[in-house]
């Protein structure tokens, strides 16, 4: 028996990306394509969905997009004009290829896709209640929820049933799915997931992130809105608002360190808000006498840039990211863990010499990464070692999609900075404020009353029900242990 209760454990909760496309010849090789520019949201697998009119076609595996939808045969099979994918990101070793989305189930009115980038905060909670009414589940996804609260759902449309069961939901979502002929995006209420529409040509598009629209040479049309379900048909698009409005709460993090550079996100270039995040973080943190500021590639480098900008230190890399390896934060173990941050990183020996740097990276979760570029940058010359951080301390866990350790295995719960920067054995760390963090996203600072983000990792104020935390049950599920495909 296996729980996948993610409060009760140091498993690590899936953070995704979503593409859908509506009316194109090569549907399945434009979501391959979109899957591969979001392929930074989720590194586990990936899976599409394509419909030809009359027949549904999918192929889900293990792995990087590249690796499974290359193959020229692989979407020959995936037939149609409309097509969704997913990518997922999760770091349990207790995968198995069932979880992979997009969700397939046959109703009443055929047949049904469905990829989800968010997460469900009642979703055992349902489950209990799903399983009691007889439900047989076939995952272990928070998503599986909505696919059984549809097929038991009074109404008869894929509309309406969608709709009856997201009221049902809470959490975060950004959906997207497919049923015969028709193509629908979904983003919750608080509109904490990113979700974005393109055209190419005349067909619709759907993604996690504008970066998935480049690729394919879409042009982006406007964000999906907080609580809107847009319902795409061979007669267009359909916008409807069938949720009760909730204050939009965006998540900060996607802007910090999730979404890629070059996407815009709610209106924002995140490369912007990255480097404007630096001017902050210069500004308001003691600035040290030092000789140059060094990004943490890649997810430090547009902070940097802004933090180099704003202190006059020069700029410079002074370390070597190779691209080959995956992220640090998907090793399963902490030892492994640990080697994946040298694996990565190499320090530019020659530049680092005797010099007094300042690290600029975005976060620091376990501590892992910033202990081993301490020590590299020390190993390499470096007379001082300053680290500056473009996010206030992470302190507690997201429970709505974004990959963190359960409070304990945060560093910053566990340590005041000052005990951090002993830790990491950096001479000093400072952090960007949360007023920083907003003035840098163009807003005068934080509003207490009514934060225009979810911040929740900084300050423990969740937006939303933490049903299935606050009232943990045990939903007995079980799976056989599955070959990875
Ligand atoms: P850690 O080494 O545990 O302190 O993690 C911090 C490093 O992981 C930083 O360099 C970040 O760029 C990166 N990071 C932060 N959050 C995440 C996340 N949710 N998933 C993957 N990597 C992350």
């Known amino acids: 028996m296996l729980s996948t209760n993610p409060f009760d454990d140091d498993k690590l909760h899936e953070e995704c990306g979503v593409f859908g496309i509506f009316g194109h010849a090569h549907a399945a090789a434009l979501a391959a394509l979109g899957l591969h520019a979001l392929q930074h949201r989720g590194q586990e697998a990936s899976g599409i969905v394509a419909f030809d009119g009359s027949h549904f076609h999918a192929h889900h595996a293990m792995g990087l997009v590249g690796d499974n939808f290359s ?3 692989v979407i020959r099979r995936l037939q149609g004009s409309l097509a969704v994918g997913h990518n997922r990101y999760a770091t349990t070793g207790d995968t198995v290829l069932r979880n992979v989305q997009p969700l397939f189930a046959d109703f009443e009115f055929g047949g049904f896709a469905l990829a989800h980038n968010g997460n469900l905060t009642n979703a055992m909670m349902l489950r209990q209640q799903l399983n009691r009414r007889g439900c047989l589940f076939q995952t272990t996804t928070d998503t599986e929820v909505i696919v059984h609260l549809m097929a038991t759902a009074r109404s008869g449309s894929v509309v309406d049933r969608m709709v009856e069961s997201l009221r049902q939901v809470e959490g975060t979502y950004s959906l997207v799915a497919a049923a015969k002929n028709v ?7 608080w509109g904490v997931r990113p979700l974005v529409l393109g055209r190419v040509g005349d067909s619709l598009v759907l993604a996690s992130e504008t970066c998935a629209l480049d690729i394919i040479g879409a042009d982006f049309v406007r964000d999906i809105d907080p609580g809107e379900m847009v319902v795409i048909t061979a007669d267009g698009l359909l916008s409807l608002r069938p949720f009760n409005a909730q204050p939009h709460r965006f998540c900060i993090f996607e802007h910090i360190y999730f979404a890629r550079p070059d996407s815009l996100v709610e209106g924002t270039s995140v490369y912007e ?11 308001e943190s003691h600035h040290p006498e030092t000789d140059l500021v060094i990004p943490v590639p890649d997810s430090g480098v547009p902070a940097a840039i802004g933090y180099a900008e704003e202190s006059g230190v020069p700029f410079e890399l002074g370390i070597i990211r190779n691209h080959y390896v995956g992220r640090t934060f998907i090793e399963p173990t902490d030892q492994i863990r640990n080697l994946g941050v040298k694996l990565k990183h190499n320090a530019n ?5 005797g010099k007094r740097i300042v690290l600029v990276d975005d976060s620091i979760v376990r501590g892992t990464t910033s202990l081993k570029i301490v020590e590299m940058m020390r190993r390499a010359g470096a007379r ?20 963190t350790p359960r409070k304990e295995k945060l560093l910053a719960h566990r340590m005041s900075v000052a005990e951090m920067a002993a830790y990491i054995g950096a001479d000093s760390l400072a952090f960007v404020s949360l007023d920083g963090l907003y003035r840098a996203m163009g807003l005068p600072g934080r509003d207490p009353a009514n934060p225009a983000y979810c911040d929740a990792c900084f ?18 599920v079980t799976y056989l242990s599955e070959a990875h495909g």
């Open 71 to 73: 193959d020229e045969a």
């Open 183 to 189: 193509m629908i995006g979904v983003r919750d209420p």
């Open 273 to 283: 808000a990255r480097r404007r995040i630096g001017v902050e973080l210069a500004r």
């Open 349 to 353: 020996g020659h530049l680092i010499q």
């Open 384 to 403: 001082e070692v300053h680290m500056r951080i473009s996010s206030p301390p992470t302190t507690h866990s997201c429970f709505y999609g974004v990959d």
């Open 459 to 476: 300050t423990g104020e969740y937006p939303i029900t933490l049903t299935d935390r606050d009232t943990p049950t045990d939903a007995n």
